[in-house]
C-alpha cells in the first residue's frame, strides 16, 4: 500500500475542539478519539513546556500528501511546535481489511490503492482492529484461531457515525473498542481474513482492521517459539 499512513494527535483536552475544528476544515476525517494522561517526569515536562494535563488522542488516515498539506496548517494555524501545543505523528500503514473500508478511511482524499506494502526485513506488524464495543473476545479468538498469540484493548469513541452509518448502510455504535495485536508479517494476512469473517462490517462487531510494519520487538520470543518461528 503507497504513501498511507495513520496519522497520531496528543494535545491537551482543552484543545480537542481545535483540533477537530482544523482537522474537519481541511476534509480529513478523524475516526476515533480516546482520552490518557501525560505521563513525563517533570523535568522533561518543563522542557518542553508542557503540564501533567489530562490529554485527548486523535486518529486518523491520510495520504503522504494530505499529511503534507496538514503539517503546515499545523504548525502555521494551530503553531503545534510551540511547546504545550501538541504533537502529531505519521506511521505507515502496510495493508487494510477490505476494499470498502479502504474508501471509508480515506474518503475526500486522492488515493489510488497500490501493491500492499511491507517493509524490507519487517519480520512483525502490528494489527489495529477497531470495533463496537463488546466484542474484543470474539476478535481474540478469531485471531488466535489464525495464530494471533494474545493482543491488547483500549477504549475509544467512535467521530462521524452518521458519516459511517450513510457509508456503510448500517448502524453503528460510537463507543469503540481497539485492539492491537503483534504478529508474524507472514501471519498478518491470514489474520485479519479471519478477524473479518467472524467480526466484519456484516457481524455485530463491525470491525475494521488495518496493519502497521513493526521494525524491532523484545519479548515476543515465547510467542514465536510456540508459532514454530
Do not use: C
Not at 500500500?1 to 480537542?16: F, G, H, P, Q, V
Not at 504548525?75 to 474508501?103: H, K, M, Y
Request: charged share 20%; no cysteine; net charge neutral.
Amino acid at each position: 500500500m503507497s504513501e498511507l499512513y495513520m496519522m497520531t494527535t496528543i494535545a491537551n483536552r482543552n484543545m480537542l475542539p481545535r483540533f477537530l475544528g482544523f482537522y474537519q476544515e481541511q476534509g480529513v476525517n478523524v475516526n476515533l478519539i480516546t482520552l490518557g494522561r501525560g505521563t513525563a517526569a517533570s523535568e522533561v515536562m518543563d522542557y518542553f513546556g508542557l503540564e501533567s494535563a489530562e490529554k485527548a488522542v486523535l486518529f486518523g488516515v491520510v495520504t503522504g500528501e494530505v499529511w503534507r498539506a496538514l503539517k503546515k496548517g499545523l504548525q502555521n494555524r494551530l503553531r503545534i511546535d510551540v511547546p504545550g501545543t501538541g504533537i502529531a505523528f505519521t506511521v505507515p500503514l502496510s495493508s487494510i481489511g477490505g476494499g470498502r473500508e479502504l474508501r471509508f478511511l480515506t474518503q475526500h482524499q486522492d488515493f489510488v490503492k497500490g501493491e500492499e506494502n511491507t517493509l524490507k526485513d519487517t519480520i512483525h506488524e502490528l494489527l489495529v482492529v477497531i470495533a463496537n464495543q463488546g466484542y474484543s473476545n470474539l476478535i481474540m479468538e478469531a485471531a488466535k484461531g489464525a495464530g494471533a498469540g494474545g493482543g491488547t484493548v483500549i477504549h475509544a469513541r467512535g467521530t462521524g457515525m452518521e458519516r459511517a452509518e450513510s457509508f456503510f448502510g448500517v448502524s453503528l455504535a460510537s463507543e469503540k473498542e481497539i485492539i492491537f495485536i503483534v504478529s508474524r508479517t507472514g501471519l498478518r494476512s491470514k489474520i485479519m481474513r479471519a478477524v473479518m469473517k467472524e467480526a466484519g462490517m456484516e457481524s455485530k462487531a463491525k470491525s475494521i482492521i488495518f496493519s502497521l510494519p513493526v521494525t524491532s520487538t523484545a519479548g515476543l520470543r515465547l510467542v514465536e517459539e510456540e508459532q514454530g518461528e
